[in-house]
């Protein structure tokens, strides 16, 4: 089946959804009001809740059909910007730089795992949450694996994923964007307290990876962009930053990503739940066990 025919199909399920499953519409509404209620009126907001429900459907459906595409076939539905942001000049020693890309629910965030084909000789490793159905998750792994991209369950894999760091030619892709209760930073996300991982600035201080945000744009239907934004700076005058300084710069990307495209992010998770638990100061690069 064409993808284009795919995506539509997913985008139909995702209208149904919408009408069928209250509880993430109120959540998605709920979310876009706080965030988007004073430049936007509520029929709009409606709207852009209907329609990243109908994205969300794409994104998933699509992803069955995207992820055994090659790599020699995948610029037909995938494009790179900015990869002039990577600076890959050896270091002082001779090896080859590593990378630490702040990633986000937005677009078919599916495809982050395809962009180590758009930079080749470095190797791609990310995380995901495992299911309790081990049959589902043996299924979803097996797919998103045809990608070459290494895949570390966040919970159990933890030791793994920093072997993985430590490494020359690398780049890891962290998501950023959702709530990580008592274990996150208190920060400030479309005015709104949250509690923000602080993982990508600590990884990224702790084993020099140059830090990146990077998005996920949709084009058209079954057509996205991911593009690579300059480094964000995690030492001034040689010293570190304030792990919440970074992690603001990184809210304050994805801020600028929603605001390009609204139905293009994950409006059915609440971002903004118990931001009270979260740390409010102090967090450096030794909070993560070495």
């Known amino acids: 089946m ?25 959540v998605a509404v709920n979310n876009l009001l706080a965030c988007l209620g004073n430049s936007h009126s509520k029929k709009e907001i409606i709207s852009l809740a209907r329609e990243n429900f109908c994205r969300i459907g794409e994104v998933y459906l699509s992803a069955l059909k995207t992820a055994a595409i090659p790599g020699d076939k995948i ?12 600076s890959l000049a050896k270091r002082e020693d001779g090896s080859l730089p590593s990378f630490l890309f702040a990633i986000g629910h937005f677009g078919n965030f599916e495809m982050y795992a395809k962009a180590g ?15 309790q159905q081990k049959w589902l998750e043996r299924l979803i792994l097996s797919l998103r694996n045809k990608s070459g991209t290494k895949f570390f369950e966040r919970r159990s ?8 760091m430590k490494r020359e030619g690398t780049i890891t892709g962290l998501l950023a964007d959702q709530s990580a209760s008592r274990s996150g930073v208190r920060l400030s996300f479309f005015g709104l307290p949250c509690s923000v991982t602080p993982a990508p600035a600590i ?27 300059p480094e964000i700076p995690t030492r001034l005058n040689g010293h570190a ?12 990307l994805y801020e600028s990503f929603i605001l390009e495209d609204p139905a293009n992010w994950f409006w059915v998770h609440n971002r ?15 909070a993560l066990e070495t």
Do not use: Q
């Open 203 to 229: 990884f990224a201080l702790r084993y020099n990876l140059g830090l990146h945000g990077c998005f996920c744009r949709r084009l058209g239907l079954g057509r996205w962009e991911l593009e690579l934004c």
């Open 241 to 252: 930053r304030p792990v919440e300084n970074i992690m603001s710069d990184i809210n304050s």
């Open 75 to 86: 610029g037909s539905v995938l494009s790179v910007k900015g990869a002039e942001n990577l």
């Open 2 to 26: 064409p993808l284009k025919v795919v995506a539509l199909t997913g985008r139909a399920g995702g209208f149904g959804i919408y009408y069928l499953d209250a509880k993430h519409r109120k």
């Open 272 to 286: 903004w739940k118990n931001p009270d638990s979260a740390k409010k100061r102090g967090i450096t690069a030794d």
């Open 157 to 164: 894999e933890g030791g793994k994923l920093r072997s993985f």
């Open 117 to 131: 084909f758009f930079i080749p000789g470095y190797e791609l490793s990310t995380t995901y949450r495992g299911f």
